[in-house]
DNA sequence: TTGAGCGCTGCTTAAAATGCAGCGTTCATC
DNA sequence: GATGAACGCTGCATTTTAAGCAGCGCTCAA
């Protein structure tokens, strides 16, 4: 969209807080970029960012000015995906920020069963922690965001959501296996390997611990599942995930996942977040739908 | 803006229906609008309008993009009103349609006040039947449309409501002058002149004529108030109004209004209308509130 | 059958955007 | 306190883009 340009420069110099950088992005001269930007600035009547010895930054006008283009932009991509389904071609790009938890089963299954009837939609996925997850959507960066135990503002619209109990995850040899369920109390005799304290699950666990004064033996912490499953398999620590993450029994490896007793767990939420007042792709719009619906189904069977 | 300046033209040859005709009230040449039109196309990769013997008709895509494009406009009609509001110029245009019954005393007055807070802020007035005025704010002309007895359908929001009964205008020396109320079938004893069939009042008094079996002496029929006025001034006929025009003694002239008793009168609304999803400038916003305050107030007393 | 009105196009000309090189400034670093 | 990197900005030459002009072929009402 040729007449577009502008608005995206303009955009992406507020991103980058630099004429320079974000001329370098946008493969123009910074030349040509600061003198887009005067014009403009020019034809407004006002200045829309600050220049500061080290860049620049957006001025009240500025932010409006970048609120509406961002607004603008994503209704054009609309269109653009409106015709395309139109011409038959359902195509598309379906952009998904989420945390480490859903990516690996409950994400990619319904990815995969989407891409069963629409096999030309692309997806890109950021995986992340919520706070980061809320602060792309909020940016345009994606259509949608999957985030668990998080603070959701204003501007932001639950689609779905899905109440999610933490399960404890071990090797199958480990004493705690033996159980069905197995207490909060009774990981602390053992050693633990915990999400860093960006991950929502950790954010649940120390709220539960501290209100029970448990004191965890903590192996090691990361952010990465990954890590702590590595973890849990070869030094035969206890690991926590949600349970949507965490498949009862995984046929890749020896790990198996026990529920927590429900007295020892508070209510956390798994959200499916949208940017309120957007309007989204055909692609992206019908996938949150079967989304929604999957975790509307998924939460009726416990 | 420049930018916008291809958004304008296509919306200006969808509304002309030609490009040539766009062309001239645009004052750029045909063969310059022709190609802008072209490149837009194909970079959309989909015609916008289909060509025909006498000029060119939207598709499908083409009112999509319109619908779109008219849209951001009006958006960066309201970022602008806010950059001004911002530099403390309180500057703006208000545009409205409404009905003939309304511009005399109500709004006039409603107008006037606010131009005595903000007297930088022009007003523009379109005074028409409800149809056309639904249609102008449907068509992002106007910002408001306050109009009486209308169906308005989806994709218009109803701000403020406000009930108005029908009144009898007529000499002060007209025999059913003396009454406090009149009743309708009292006035078809005497030659009336009625608003012509594109004003909502007057398809109030066809529906009770009907259903009462009234059977009026038309003296005359106008779609112009003045014209109703001066007949019912010279010529001695009794004319009808709402209320909210029909002030009950006007100092101006001899022509006083008298209430219809309620019992003849089905519910009648004066609406006041706003496009839905739409997001006004400043002043236009502010007139808004303040009008739909004004409207509970007179509500308010009988 | 004719002519007015339409969309479209080749060519020329005017305008706008871009790139290049370089200026003055700020600020972290040594 | 000197220094250099990073920044925004500007004059000028160049390229790219848009606009205007004249004219073609077409359709359809008169």
Chains 1, 2 share one sequence.
Not at 139 to 149: K, P, R, S
């Amino acid at each position: 969209m040729r007449h577009l340009t502008l608005l995206q420069h303009v955009v992406e110099v507020a991103r980058s807080g630099s004429i320079r950088k974000a001329a370098e992005r946008l493969n123009i001269t910074s030349s040509a970029l600061n003198r887009r930007v005067q014009d403009l600035e020019e034809e407004l009547g006002t200045p829309l960012f600050e220049r500061r010895a080290r860049g620049v930054s957006l001025t009240t006008a500025g932010e409006m000015f970048v609120s509406t283009a961002q607004h603008h932009l994503s209704e054009m991509d609309r269109f653009r995906s409106q015709i395309e389904e139109l011409r038959g071609l359902r195509r598309g790009v379906v952009r998904i920020a989420c945390s480490q938890a859903l990516a690996q089963d409950f994400l990619a299954t319904q990815i995969a069963a989407f891409q069963n009837d629409r096999p030309k939609v692309a997806f890109e996925l950021k995986v992340t922690d919520h706070e980061t997850a809320l602060a792309a959507l909020r940016d345009y960066e994606v259509d949608l965001a999957l985030v668990f135990h998080a603070v959701i503002g204003t501007g932001i619209a639950v689609t779905a959501r899905m109440p999610q109990r933490l399960a404890a995850i071990m090797r199958a040899d480990h004493p705690l296996a033996a159980q069905r369920t197995v207490r909060l109390a009774e990981c602390a005799s053992y050693p633990v390997a915990l999400p860093d304290r960006t991950l929502g699950s950790r954010q649940l666990i120390d709220q539960v611990a501290s209100r029970q004064e448990l004191r965890f033996q903590v192996a090691a912490e990361s952010g990465s599942f990954e890590m702590l499953r590595g973890l849990v398999m070869r030094g035969n620590a206890i690991s926590f995930q949600i349970e949507i993450g965490a498949p009862p029994r995984d046929v890749h490896s020896d790990v198996v996942a026990r529920q927590i007793d429900d007295r020892d767990l508070p209510q956390a939420d798994l959200s499916l977040c949208q940017l309120r007042g957007r309007s989204l792709s055909v692609a992206a719009a019908l996938f949150i739908e079967r989304l929604a619906q999957a975790m509307q189904v998924a939460r009726k069977v416990p």
